[in-house]
């Protein structure tokens, strides 16, 4: 009958099991997989890889464009773009993405820049 | 006697899924039960079809989120017996910590939810405390709670390091402790031993005819678990099946009570065996033309992988059966002759999960 006293009187004088949440957060582990945070445009060679790989097909890839864009709704937080990229450009968040009114999609675009050493204009 | 139909389901506070019932009751007692499922068809299957070979480890982890390492760990290894991938000692051992791991943190969630059933709410917080460790080794070691995608096609993703080794080992020794605080509530207490002995018994001859696998076929005294073949690095793991005579709701819940215990001493075990070297090795070309059938034993019981390729990067054909389909038929055998009050208690301690039967 009395099996759970013991445990009544320990969870009695210990500290409770949860936290008050909106105020008290717990760290992120390190290299969770929080959430995709993004790309380092300027690295990005436009390659499609990721594209290709993404099992939910949440990212798009534009050459004429330059554009890298990924719909993080979509997105089933796999990294597995981020192992297949090349360049090491994608970049994985730990913390999660807090929620949204709009499922806007993020579209990051290259802009041209100017190389020192020609002059010329790259992209 | 006249008779009255109940519709049990697809709503049902014991359910946390949809499945549905309809009961002919003659008074209080249940003459015949019709089960009838497809609320959650998802169409997983059919979009495996579409995708990728590599990417599909990805979708048939989430055909259960409870089960979701064996699910991927069941198709990868099948791909890698058509492509003829030998895995890397290492990987083997990786994918039994994170699969055993699995079964422990689905066996306190079911342990809760039967606690939960028969009304006994503290109890039920006790386990899911429990729980809650487990999900933080899963964050902490694979990247995320629930849907972890530690495995590959050739290995595993990730590797555990020597600090997360130990910390695993003082974690389950933690849970361990405290399973044994509560276990003796579980099989000794009178009043959740009054809702779970004697009732919904699957005599052994019963559960051999109508094919049912897991916990299920072990609380009827069948010494049937898959994990003895030896796939993986079970072969090099020292353990027995978990066996109970009864086959009544006491047989299954001290089944599944038991297992955890044994599924920390194959943690153990496998943490002090694991060789050093590689986690995964590189996958190059496609699946050959072929078909392969591929098996692992899962919290509920057995999963069967159908694979066909057809030399392209997808796939021809992917079949699953998983081990709550094949239990829904024993399920149908012990309601006949039972309470209505008994119903969700005999539903859950099947371990249903509807999605995954479903898919």
């Known amino acids: 009958m009395f099996k759970m006293m013991g445990n009544i009187f320990k969870n009695l004088v210990s500290k409770p099991a949860t936290r008050l949440y909106p105020f008290e957060k717990r760290e992120p582990f390190k290299n969770t997989r929080g959430q995709i945070a993004g790309c380092d445009i300027d690295k990005c060679i436009f390659c499609g890889i990721c594209q290709r790989k993404c099992p939910a097909d949440a990212i798009v890839v534009n050459k004429e464009e330059k554009s890298w864009e990924i719909d993080q709704f979509r997105c089933v937080i796999c990294n597995a773009c981020v192992e297949a990229c090349p360049k090491k450009c994608i970049i994985s968040s730990e913390t999660h993405k807090t929620p949204q009114y709009k499922k806007d999609k993020l579209k990051i675009v290259q802009t041209e820049k100017i190389t020192e050493s020609t002059g010329k204009i790259t992209t | ?359």
């Open chain 2, 1 to 359: 006697m006249s008779s009255t139909i109940i519709p049990f389901g697809p709503q049902h506070p014991v359910l946390p899924e949809p499945l549905h019932i309809r009961l002919v009751m003659e008074d209080e007692k249940i003459v015949e039960a019709i089960p009838a499922i497809g609320y959650v068809h998802r169409g997983l299957e059919k979009l495996t079809e579409t995708k990728d070979f590599t990417q599909n480890v990805y979708i048939v982890e989430r055909v259960c989120g409870i089960c979701s390492v064996m699910h991927a760990m069941a198709y990868c290894q099948g791909i890698e017996e058509l492509m003829n991938i030998v895995v890397p000692d290492r990987a083997k051992f990786l994918r039994v910590i994170w699969a055993e791991l699995h079964r422990i943190h689905s066996h306190l969630l079911w342990l809760g939810l039967l606690a939960d059933a028969f009304g006994f709410e503290s109890l039920f917080m006790q386990v899911w405390r429990d729980r809650e460790k487990v999900m933080d080794i899963m964050e902490e070691t694979a990247g995320a709670r629930v849907v972890i995608s530690a495995n590959a096609i050739g290995g595993t993703r990730r590797d555990l390091s020597k600090e997360q080794m130990v910390k695993i080992n003082l974690t389950i020794d933690e849970i361990k402790h405290d399973l044994e605080q509560v276990e003796s509530v579980f099989l000794n207490n009178y009043t959740v031993k009054h809702r779970l002995v004697g009732r919904g018994i699957l005599t052994k001859a019963d559960a051999i005819e109508l094919c049912a696998v897991g916990p299920m076929a072990r609380a009827s005294g069948i010494s049937m678990d898959l994990r003895t073949t030896g796939y993986s690095a079970y072969g090099q793991l020292d353990f027995e099946p978990v066996l109970h005579n009864d086959g009544d709701n006491y047989a299954r819940t001290y089944v599944r009570l038991k297992e955890i215990y044994q599924s920390i001493d194959l943690i153990k075990q496998a943490i002090s065996k694991i060789p050093e070297g590689e986690h995964l090795v590189p996958v190059k070309g496609m699946p050959p033309k072929g078909e392969v059938i591929s098996r692992v034993e899962q919290p509920r019981g057995e999963v069967l992988y159908y694979l066909r390729a057809n030399g392209t990067k997808n796939l021809e054909r992917l079949r699953l059966r998983t081990p709550t389909f094949a239990n829904i038929p024993s399920l149908m055998k012990m309601l006949p002759g039972s309470q209505l009050s008994d119903v969700p208690l005999l539903i859950l301690t099947i371990d249903p999960c509807i999605s995954c039967t479903e898919r």
